[in-house]
Structure formats: C-alpha cells, structure tokens
Nanobody
Framework: QLQLVESGGGLVQPGGSLRLSCTAS????????IGWFRQAPGKEREGVSC????????YYTDSVKGRFTISRDHAKNTAYLQMNNLKPEDTAVYYC?????????????????????WGQGTQVTVSL
C-alpha cells in the first residue's frame, strides 16, 4: 500500500534552514502533483508549495516565495522542500500530499481536495 512519509523537521533558529523530504513507500509517487501543506496551532491547513511531476512547474504561496524551493527526484521516489531564512511564523506541522490525475495550475495547486494521499506530518519549529 502506497504511503507517504515526511522527514526533516525540527527546531531551528530564525534565519536558519531545513530540508523536508517526502518519500513514497510501498509504491511510486503518482506522476501528477506533489504538494506541501502546513498547519499552525489554531489555524487552518494551508498550501505552501506544489510541483507538477510531469513538467516540474512549481507553485508557492506568497509568504514563502524566494525562501522555499520544492523539488522532486523521480529516481529516489522523493520530493523535497528546501526552507531557507525561516521565520517564527513558519512554525507548523508540514504535510506532503500526492495527487493522482491532477494537473495543477495557478488557481488550483493548493486545492486540498485534489490530493488523495497524505503523510503523517513533520513538526517545524522556528524559535530562539
């Protein structure tokens, strides 16, 4: 059974960096879209970034543009989220999600209903 497993979260000081990984086990990432979402305490889950697995087009929410980079490695069956210049407001549980039969665009990439397989989440805490 295909499962997604996130790793790479932790505690980091403001201005620091982390790289999150999303690995598929028990199968292969479906070659449509991988998304990263996050949920901060007391807030709704929001889209952070997405990558189209077919052509590599990337999407980012405004608050992370220029700081976060999403990528994927087909050979390793893994997607990544490189997070630089982290801020306290980036503190959240980060989830990766895989979508089948979904080609994202500027208006739909963060539509959570399009993603049908989710990981368990990894905590990212940005604090002194």
């Amino acid at each position: 059974q295909l499962q997604l497993v996130e790793s790479g979260g932790g505690l980091v000081q403001p201005g620091g960096s982390l790289r999150l990984s999303c690995t598929a086990s028990g199968g292969t990432l479906r070659f449509y879209a991988i998304g990263w979402f996050r949920q901060a305490p007391g807030k709704e889950r929001e889209g952070v970034s997405c990558i189209s697995m077919s052509d590599g087009t990337t999407y980012y929410t405004d608050s992370v543009k220029g700081r976060f980079t999403i990528s994927r490695d087909h050979a390793k069956n893994t997607a990544y989220l490189q997070m630089n210049n982290l801020k306290p407001e980036d503190t959240a549980v980060y989830y990766c999600a895989d979508a089948e039969y979904f080609e994202p665009n500027d208006n739909t990439w963060n539509a959570q209903d399009e993603y049908d397989l989710w990981g368990q989440g990894t905590q990212v805490t940005v604090s002194l």
